[in-house]
């Protein structure tokens, strides 16, 4: 895998309404957030992907269907789900159980695509984040605050890439 597309979904109708960020419900988009998927689209269809992944809630799904004009076939996984944490707050998982769940996923299709666009939420994408440019995490929760927040991630060894990062960004 040469470049890993992260895109955080786009807004719900929960969040439109005022509803807590920190809520685990499963709203749908609102229209703004269709808007925003739309809008996000134009840029991720520069990219060549090959595969969609997104976590298993609604808001990412749809974020993804719509910003797929390629029609790939989008695979939801619970590796890309945010953190797991019970309605009290307890039993919180941790950032290296969230890391090995994410990662033991794209080491696994690492060898079967050049580009992947992922669409998931914005904790576990700055896990992802971190865990593949080594930043610590003061500086990976600056990213992926804003619906729809995408970065393009490459390691190209032939475009002179050592490590993993940033070469392209878009927030709709």
Do not use: C
């Not at 719900?12 to 960020?21: E, N, P, R």
């Amino acid at each position: 895998m040469k470049k890993i597309i992260l895109a955080r979904h786009t807004e719900t109708v929960h969040l439109a309404s005022g509803g807590d960020k920190r809520s685990r419900n499963d709203s749908q988009l609102s229209l703004s957030g269709i808007n925003q998927a739309i809008s996000l689209s134009k840029f991720v269809n520069n990219h060549d992907y090959e595969a969609v992944i997104t976590s298993l809630f609604q808001r990412s799904i749809q974020t993804a269907e719509i910003i797929n004009t390629k029609k790939i076939q989008v695979f939801p996984s619970i590796a890309f789900s945010e953190y797991f944490i019970r309605d009290d707050n307890t039993e919180v998982e941790t950032t290296d159980m969230a890391i090995s769940r994410t990662m033991s996923f794209i080491y696994s299709i690492f060898d079967k695509f050049d580009t992947v666009l992922i669409v998931g939420h914005s904790s576990i994408n700055k896990t992802i984040l971190q865990a593949l440019t080594n930043i610590e995490f003061s500086e990976a929760k600056e990213y992926f605050n804003s619906l729809g927040e995408t970065h393009v991630l490459r390691l190209d060894w032939k475009a002179g890439d050592k490590v993993w990062g940033i070469v392209e960004s878009f927030t709709p």
